[in-house]
């Protein structure tokens, strides 16, 4: 028999048994064997006969001893008592199977021991105890859930096993003693065979130890063949063949019968067994031998020693192995979500208070610490990936969790404490704020007691594990506490409730005055440790201290209410913040609370796949309110609000400001699963007031720091919750809220220092805000709820309107408000809502106002909407933004777009205006164009005269102004475009004088031949030709001295000497209709200087001459020669020329012998 020692009977947590052995529904058939005691209902009876007093103790003993501690207590067992321990011993509940062989298994309406309705006992009295008929009550719950599942995560290997289960595929089953076997065949499919795994459990005091199976699974989780065997063993524990552990059989056997089993068995595996045994003969046949020393012999089938740990069987090469591969993967490939599922289970594991739990978590965190990134990311000096730093604050909020363990051994607690600190001693470990010192008070500080200035000052490293090293030091054994956390019932007698207490409020109902965030780490230990009821009575006590708290600061505020409104800056009242904390108080709370009063389809069982279906709550009176008017959803709604309206200093760096809004906006999501009645709105509505009306102690409150976080996200629920039971209270909270004092220049720098400690929050210096971009984003969601909102009351969208121009300062934000004020405004199918159309234009303007002088790239996309949003408000906002252009537009914008804008012809449709509106409209564009052209004639010049075509003062007088301005500040192409305008208007006698006044402004090089303007030349002389001599001779003097390139010379000669000048027939001018001739004014100058842009214009090129261009050089002596030969003595001319070349060029052999080839 296996040998063991005496062990002291386990210590009770909280007085409750271990949450995997709860009672169910399911009676289980007696086991074969003799025995007495079963119960005799059928499944799903209402009505069982009792237990025998032989199957209670059986399933006592199972559950708590070893089984060596019992052959060592008596020495006899009959056999039946041994057959209902052995029996009893395997787990009862399918749901322990299930969070071993799947990710996040929930039966719904089970978190840990069911409270029941009484109360006034001890710590642990709110939790049933494992009992019922048969002893399968546990078994029956777990398995009508799993029966009725829905079809989700068919793929996980819990689901298979069911299947597996339910077409028959297990067989051959056999308990001996502690040690369960059998077969299980995998159905042959199109692509593999039928397969048959042998599958081996060990198990004890109902827990399974050891697996084994065939099909070689490597995994966290039991594979489907084990989930398969155990769940026959559960559901079918009558058709399992059960014997004694087999050493008990042996025990009765002769020695000719043990010797016949021995070769017999030798016989059936003689290749696997023969060389063992022939081993072990040779050393029991050796009498000095080592396995003649020891008494008896082991007995695999005989449970596990009393030295053994107690524990699941959890493989931990594989739970490294995946961790570390999920985290190479570097948060892709859905590993992040792999390893938030790994968390959960570790969170269930604890819930169970199975002590898998930690030693899964250690193995986790280990893997974490391992991780190469860590060493990379400090050497760059850059920070971690988002996710991986929201997985490191789970792993540091999961650490706080087991330490707080309420009755984890001291042995424990100093182990995990030692390795959090080696954890956070390294280098490597990550900090708990990201790149930035802390200055939050630690744990184990009270808010009111402490005295933080020693810690802030000397800003300690934190690292993620700091919370958890702190949490080491706090302790249960307060009687205040254990009082709390033990009835529903404890309050102060009533003689006692005068005067001020610490204990109690006036009510007499008990308070917790300790650090908000410490307090709630307990309520979220004892609520992860399976103990759902004590995390209640402390979370309410919790709520009742924040509601005393909230009362002092209304009275405390009173008082000072003149003071701080004259002065118009405040202090803050707050050392850290409730929402974007570590260990997330406020969410631990509401969660805490809305759990007993969410409604569950108790024939579900959640196994982590498959889109979850959106929570239904309903009221649960709170346990023991002598008043009865709280349920514990009200209560979460009211702590949600209290922690959300907090004022608090936006922290310091990127992470931690981050996680404000992040677990800002993940509360609200929570909060927006509540479906308000009359109950929650009242709670709704009392809660907002009192956060108006709480000054510097609320964030809504009439004077906030500069600093504060704002309230955008959160006043925008409040906003839409309020809105349809209480209008005006809706908006005064989402006005209030509209405020960014962060971007007043003109606010104070405020107070920062807290009220009882002398101690400043945040750095002299400012810190920057870099989630100010999401902040504000946020705002201007908050005013476009109550633009929607408020459409058709003119009364309250004037109001919305002045908040959104005094509190919003961004541009971007206000032109997207505006577009969509005028989107919601303009319907598709119905009438425009004009008071709502008037404030986007209102919007738009402003917009106009701020972009003017500042450079955006969205400008003239808002130019053109401010257009379009005042034609929909009609003729009079037209008219208004053309006379105030000034002080909205630049003069480019002003009549390229808004005033062309304004004059076409789809704008007098859609206005439908008549006669003298559109000559209103008209001239209102006129006076504009010519202002502008005024200020700004470069540009707006042509524009200008557009606008004043059909309007003969208005065009004359946007002439003159070019004309003026052409000596000044115009360029040439300017004067070129609005010379070819007044052309094509048929001007061409302006369009000369214009044309001549953009040549003095040109300056065109010899080696200019490509210049953009010799277009604009060509075409000035060809004018100047079509209108006659004189304006040819007037012009001719021009280009001579603006423009130095031959080529371009030639080119206008040749031009002027193909047709007669004067073609344009100007009336009252006489045409000769002859050729002009070169050797006459105005040509003969004009050939001259061709002449002599070709001779300059050669000497330039021939200085710096490659072989590669001499025939294009010599192609360009032969267009010189043409312009040469138009003179009279040209030829002897263009001779000289050549000569010259030769001598002064003699050095270039190769190309003055070209020259002469070509030229002679």
Request: glycine share 6%; with cysteine.
């Amino acid at each position: 028999m296996a040998e063991g020692r005496r062990e002291q009977p386990p210590h009770p947590l909280l007085s409750l048994p271990p949450a995997s052995k709860r009672p169910c529904l399911r009676p289980a058939p007696r086991g074969p064997g003799p025995g007495p005691g079963h119960g005799s209902g059928l499944p799903g009876s209402r009505y069982r006969s009792p237990e025998s007093l032989l199957d209670c103790a059986a399933k006592a003993v199972a559950e708590k001893w070893a089984f060596e501690r019992v052959e060592e207590r008596f020495e006899r067992i009959p056999e039946p008592v041994q057959r209902r321990i052995v029996y009893w011993s395997f787990p009862r509940n399918e749901k322990e199977i299930c969070m071993y062989s799947s990710f996040q298994c929930r039966v719904a309406g089970e978190e840990g021991p069911s409270p029941a309705t009484g109360g006034s006992g001890g710590a642990g009295s709110g939790a049933t105890t494992t009992g019922g008929g048969g002893g399968s009550t546990a078994s029956t719950t777990s398995a009508v859930g799993v029966a009725g599942a829905v079809g989700t995560g068919d793929g996980l290997p819990f689901r298979r096993g069911i299947r597996l289960l339910e077409t028959g595929c297990v067989e051959n089953v056999l308990q001996v003693g502690f040690h369960l076997s059998g077969t299980v065949t995998e159905p042959a499919t199109s692509s593999e065979p039928e397969v048959t795994h042998k599958v081996a459990i060990s198990f004890d005091r109902c827990k399974i130890t050891s697996v084994t199976c065939g099909c070689g699974n490597r995994d966290i989780f039991y594979c489907a063949h084990v989930v398969a065997l155990s769940l026959y063993r559960i559901r079918k524990p009558e058709q399992v063949k059960l014997r004694l552990p087999i050493s008990e059989t042996l025990f009765q056997m002769n020695r000719d019968q043990l010797q016949k089993l021995v070769q017999y068995l030798i016989t059936a595996h003689h290749t696997e067994v023969l060389p063992t045994a022939q081993k072990l003969a040779d050393e029991i046949l050796s009498s000095n031998s080592e396995i003649n020393q020891v008494h008896g012999a082991p007995d695999p089938t005989a449970g596990a020693s009393i030295d053994d740990d107690n524990c699941w069987h959890l493989d931990e090469d594989q739970v490294r192995e995946q961790v570390k591969q999920f985290l190479s993967q570097g948060g892709y490939y859905g590993s992040g979500k792999q390893l938030n599922s790994m968390f959960a289970k570790v969170r269930e594991m604890l819930r169970m208070r199975d002590s898998n739990g930690a030693r899964m978590l250690t193995l986790i965190t280990e893997q974490f610490m391992a991780d190469p990134r860590l060493s990379l990311w400090r050497q760059q000096g850059t920070g971690m990936t988002d996710k991986c730093r929201q997985l490191w604050d789970e792993l540091g909020a999961l650490w706080v969790c087991v330490v707080l363990n309420p009755h984890c051994k001291s042995e424990e607690k100093s182990t995990w404490l030692k390795q959090l600190k080696k954890w956070g001693d390294m280098d490597v470990c990550p900090l708990e704020d990201g790149n930035y010192g802390s200055e939050l008070p630690n744990i184990t500080n009270a808010l009111p007691q402490s005295n933080l200035a020693q810690d802030s000052l000397s800003r300690p490293r934190r690292t993620v594990f700091s919370r958890a090293v702190e949490a080491c030091d706090l302790h249960w054994q307060d009687s205040h506490l254990q009082r709390i956390i033990s009835s529903d019932f404890y309050m102060s007698p009533s003689y006692q409730r005068e005067g001020e207490s610490l204990l109690f409020n006036p009510q007499g109902l008990p308070l917790w005055l300790d650090h908000v965030p410490t307090a709630c780490a307990r309520v979220d230990a004892l609520r992860s440790h399976g103990y759902s009821r004590e995390a209640l009575r402390l979370a309410v006590a919790i709520i009742n201290t924040l509601r005393l708290q909230q009362q002092r600061q209304m009275d405390i505020y009173k008082h000072q209410k003149k003071e701080l409104l004259q002065r118009g800056v405040t202090s803050t009242t707050n050392l850290e913040g409730w929402v974007g904390h570590p260990l997330d108080p406020i969410g631990c709370l509401f969660i805490t609370l809305t759990e007993t009063c969410r409604v569950d389809d108790d024939n579900t069982m959640d196994t982590g796949e498959g889109d979850p279906r959106p929570p239904v709550y309903h009221h649960v009176p709170v346990w023991g309110n002598p008043l009865g008017d709280d349920s514990y959803l009200t209560l979460a709604l009211e702590v949600a609000l209290m922690g959300m309206g907090q004022q608090r200093i936006m922290p310091e760096g990127l992470y931690a400001q981050d996680k404000v809004c992040r677990n800002e906006e993940q509360i609200v999501a929570k909060l927006q699963e509540l479906e308000l009645d009359d109950l929650l709105v009242e709670t709704l509505r009392k809660q907002a007031i009192q956060l108006l009306e709480a000054g510097p102690f609320s964030g809504l409150g009439e004077v906030i720091h500069r600093e504060s976080v704002p309230m955008h996200t959160f006043a925008k629920y409040l906003f839409s919750a309020l809105l349809p039971h209480d209008a005006d209270l809706a908006y005064k909270v989402a006005l209030r809220a509209m405020r960014l004092p962060v971007l007043e220049s003109s606010a104070g720098s405020g107070d920062v220092s807290h009220p009882h400690h002398g101690i400043s929050i945040v750095p002299s210096r400012y810190p920057r805000w870099f989630t100010l971009g999401h902040l504000e984003s946020q705002q201007c969601e908050l005013a476009s709820t109550m633009l929607t909102a408020a459409k058709g009351d003119m009364l309250r969208l004037r109001t919305v309107l002045e908040a959104i121009q005094k509190n919003i300062h961004s541009s971007s934000l206000i032109f997207k408000l505006a577009q969509d004020a005028f989107k919601i405004a303009t319907p598709a199918d119905n009438p425009p809502d004009m008071t709502l159309l008037n404030v986007a234009l209102e919007l738009g303007l402003q917009v106009m106002r701020m972009t003017l002088s500042t450079l955006n790239w969205r400008r003239r996309e808002m130019v053109r909407w401010l257009v379009t949003c005042a034609t929909e408000v009609g003729l009079r906002a037209l008219v208004s933004i053309l006379q105030s252009w000034y002080t909205l537009f630049t003069p480019t914008e002003a009549t390229s777009i808004v005033a062309a804008t304004v004059m076409s012809h789809n704008t007098i449709l859609r206005l439908s205006l008549d006669y003298p509106q559109r000559e209103e409209l008209a001239s209102c564009a006129r006076t504009l164009a010519l202002q502008c052209a005024m200020k700004d004639p470069q540009n707006c010049a042509l524009s200008a005269l557009t606008l004043c075509e059909k309007d003969h003062i208005a065009f004359e007088t946007a002439y003159q102004i070019v004309i003026d301005a052409a000596s000044t500040g115009m360029t040439y192409s300017q004067l070129f475009t609005i010379a070819r305008y007044m052309e094509h208007r048929g001007y061409p006698l302006r369009s000369f004088k214009l044309a001549s006044l953009a040549m003095t402004h040109l300056n065109l090089a010899y080696n200019q031949d490509t210049h953009p303007a010799i277009n604009d030349v060509l075409w000035a002389c060809a004018l100047s030709h079509s209108l006659g001599k004189n304006e040819l001779a007037a012009i001719i003097p021009l280009v001579v001295k603006s423009v130095h390139c031959a080529t371009v010379l030639s080119d206008i000669l040749r031009r002027c000497t193909m047709t007669a000048p004067g073609l344009a027939g100007i009336p009252g001018r006489r045409n000769s209709g002859k050729l002009m001739s070169t050797d006459k004014a105005p040509l003969r100058q004009l050939l001259d200087a061709t002449i002599s842009a070709y001779i300059n214009t050669t000497h330039s090129r021939l200085t710096h001459i490659s072989p590669r261009h001499y025939g294009e050089f010599i192609e360009f002596l032969s267009k010189a020669r043409e312009t040469f030969l138009l003179a009279q003595d040209g030829h002897i001319q263009f001779a000289q020329f050549i000569d010259n070349l030769k001598q002064i060029y003699k050095g270039k052999k190769k190309l003055m012998m070209l020259v002469r080839e070509r030229f002679g």
